[in-house]
């Protein structure tokens, strides 16, 4: 197996040579290494440098390098698996040219941790975290960390999927990217409380192919009634943009739109309690400078509108709604700032490039759009009298 030497963060290692020219490249190698999950990485290896956990296990590791650079940058004791045998023998060959604190172990990962437990366990699966979620739920003693690959079942596109992987409805709406993180983080929620166990999410974001969630595990049955109270539903109108919010049920109670009359859909259960732990990010933000991160700049802003953003369970894509009122879209920051001119907590977000983080009702922000076309339309008739 033809190998070359990487280095991702401040950490060196060998990983197989891929076919840069499929379309696919890490699965043209016989070992998978997925240069484009450097960001994630980046992240969980600065997260796990604020919070030290007293070990790590990188369950489904490949060329093990998450585990490695937990170990060789955040100074955590790592143990670092997989179920193929060309994988273990790399990751170690790895380890022993890094040193450190790492176990390797061939094991499927459900069947480890059935048998150990982890204070912070990492599920970095290809595709669905849902078959591991179970054994993790147990085998996680303070913290664990997952990310899903299977947008489209978990956004609504491929709908059968996301029902009979995450048991929940799915929807592909605007706002599709917060619906797919926050039914994957139901899923973990749904999981944990049936150990009489609860989550407080840490960091959670969506990126391009993926979410990923890092939640603190709070081993109390208060702690899990706690977060039962957190799941709920999205009542999308049928006939409009219109949604509502529905925490604490598990069975979504009928609803009208009371914009149009019609009938709401149920969007869930998906978790709708906080994302973020604010303090921790703002942890991370300030140690970024001094880490070595080929991601530096995303992770920076990434941060920065994660600090901003309001805890609602949707955003709003201005666009979308300039195009159902057949009316041009504002500028976004003249937008932002009338919201909260008016009162309305408003920030830009990650998940969208036109989407936007209020408290503001649907109304008011169609109303702050007709004002806005009306304005400009009036500006521009007073320059044509002018001329």
Same mark, same amino acid.
């Given at each position: 197996?033809?190998?070359?030497?990487?280095?991702?963060?401040?950490?060196?290692?060998?990983?197989?040579?891929?076919?840069?020219?499929?379309?696919?490249?890490?699965?043209?190698?016989?070992?998978?290494?997925?240069?484009?999950?450097?960001?994630?990485?980046?992240?969980?290896?600065?997260?796990?440098?604020?919070?030290?956990?007293?070990?790590?296990?990188?369950?489904?590791? =490949?060329?093990?390098?998450?585990?490695?650079? #937990?170990?060789?940058?955040?100074?955590?004791?790592?143990?670092?698996?997989?179920?193929?045998? /060309? =994988?273990?023998?790399?990751?170690?060959?790895?380890?022993?040219?890094?040193?450190?604190?790492?176990?390797?172990?061939?094991?499927?990962?459900?069947?480890?941790?059935?048998?150990?437990?982890?204070?912070?366990?990492?599920?970095?699966?290809?595709?669905?975290?849902?078959?591991?979620?179970? @054994?993790?739920?147990?085998?996680?003693?303070?913290?664990?960390?997952?990310?899903?690959?299977?947008?489209?079942?978990?956004?609504?596109?491929?709908?059968?999927?996301?029902?009979? /992987?995450?048991?929940?409805?799915?929807?592909?709406?605007?706002?599709?990217?917060?619906?797919?993180?926050? #039914?994957?983080?139901?899923?973990?929620?749904?999981?944990?409380?049936?150990?009489?166990?609860?989550? @407080?999410?840490?960091?959670?974001?969506?990126?391009?192919?993926?979410?990923?969630?890092?939640?603190?595990?709070?081993?109390?049955?208060?702690?899990?009634?706690?977060?039962?109270?957190?799941?709920?539903?999205?009542?999308?109108?049928?006939?409009?943009?219109?949604? =509502?919010?529905?925490?604490?049920?598990?069975?979504?109670?009928?609803?009208?739109?009371?914009?149009?009359?019609?009938?709401?859909?149920? #969007?869930?259960?998906? $978790?709708?309690?906080?994302?973020?732990?604010?303090?921790?990010?703002?942890?991370?933000?300030?140690?970024?400078?001094?880490?070595?991160?080929?991601?530096?700049?995303?992770?920076?802003?990434?941060?920065?509108?994660?600090? =901003?953003?309001?805890?609602?369970?949707?955003?709003?894509?201005?666009?979308?709604?300039?195009?159902?009122?057949?009316?041009?879209?504002?500028?976004?920051?003249?937008? #932002?700032?009338?919201?909260?001119?008016?009162?309305?907590?408003?920030?830009?977000?990650?998940?969208?490039?036109?989407?936007?983080?209020?408290?503001?009702?649907?109304?008011?922000?169609?109303?702050?759009?007709?004002? $806005?076309?009306?304005?400009?339309?009036?500006?521009?008739? @007073?320059?044509?009298?002018?001329?």
């Amino acid at each position: 197996m033809e190998c070359r030497e990487i280095t991702e963060g401040s950490t060196t290692f060998t990983a197989p040579v891929q076919d840069e020219t499929t379309q696919f490249p890490p699965g043209s190698a016989p070992v998978f290494y997925n240069t484009r999950m450097e960001f994630n990485r980046d992240m969980t290896v600065l997260l796990a440098k604020c919070i030290q956990p007293e070990d790590y296990l990188d369950s489904m590791a =490949a060329t093990g390098v998450r585990g490695l650079r #937990i170990s060789n940058e955040a100074g955590i004791p790592v143990t670092i698996n997989d179920r193929d045998e /060309r =994988a273990v023998r790399i990751i170690e060959e790895n380890a022993k040219k890094l040193g450190g604190n790492i176990t390797v172990t061939c094991d499927d990962a459900n069947r480890l941790m059935c048998t150990s437990r982890f204070d912070a366990i990492d599920l970095d699966p290809f595709g669905t975290p849902i078959p591991f979620l179970d @054994a993790a739920s147990r085998a996680a003693k303070h913290y664990l960390f997952v990310t899903a690959t299977d947008t489209a079942p978990l956004c609504g596109a491929h709908f059968k999927a996301g029902c009979r /992987r995450y048991f929940a409805t799915p929807k592909n709406t605007e706002y599709h990217a917060e619906v797919g993180l926050r #039914i994957m983080m139901g899923a973990i929620a749904r999981e944990l409380v049936k150990y009489d166990r609860g989550m @407080a999410p840490i960091l959670s974001f969506a990126k391009s192919h993926y979410f990923r969630s890092h939640v603190r595990v709070l081993n109390k049955v208060t702690a899990a009634e706690e977060t039962m109270a957190q799941i709920g539903f999205v009542m999308q109108c049928t006939k409009c943009l219109y949604r =509502a919010e529905q925490k604490g049920s598990l069975l979504p109670k009928s609803h009208v739109c009371p914009i149009c009359g019609a009938e709401t859909e149920p #969007i869930g259960p998906l $978790w709708m309690g906080p994302l973020q732990e604010k303090g921790v990010l703002t942890e991370m933000q300030s140690l970024l400078p001094e880490m070595e991160f080929g991601t530096k700049k995303q992770m920076d802003k990434m941060l920065s509108f994660l600090l =901003a953003e309001p805890e609602t369970c949707t955003f709003y894509d201005y666009h979308f709604i300039s195009r159902s009122m057949k009316v041009s879209p504002p500028k976004i920051e003249e937008l #932002i700032e009338n919201l909260n001119k008016a009162g309305y907590y408003t920030t830009r977000t990650h998940f969208c490039v036109t989407g936007l983080k209020t408290t503001a009702p649907l109304p008011v922000i169609e109303e702050m759009i007709r004002l $806005w076309n009306e304005k400009e339309f009036s500006d521009v008739v @007073a320059d044509v009298h002018l001329a």
